[in-house]
């Protein structure tokens, strides 16, 4: 894998059971991967040639270059 396909973002979890789901490049978008993490856990992740979308289900703060977006906050 090359490391300089896309740049990194940080997933922290607020609560238990937070759901990180990858989803596929290409012509049909599937889930491929997911993870769960708990309260406090830390998931470092980049956007790669098989992954080109992130969904983020629960409380979550996600550091990106871009800024920081917390899923609690309307």
């Known amino acids: ?8 973002f940080l997933i922290k ?3 238990n059971g937070v759901q990180v789901i990858g989803l596929t490049r290409g012509q049909d978008t599937k889930f491929h991967h997911t993870e769960k993490l ?3 856990e830390v998931m470092l992740a980049q956007f790669t040639e098989h992954t080109s979308a992130i969904k983020i289900r629960g409380k979550a703060v996600i550091m990106t270059k871009f800024g920081t977006v917390d899923t609690t906050e309307e």
């Not at 894998?1 to 990194?8: A, I, L, R, V, Y």
């Open 1 to 8: 894998m090359d490391t300089n396909q896309g740049d990194f």
């Open 13 to 15: 979890a607020k609560d």
């Open 38 to 40: 708990d309260k406090g």
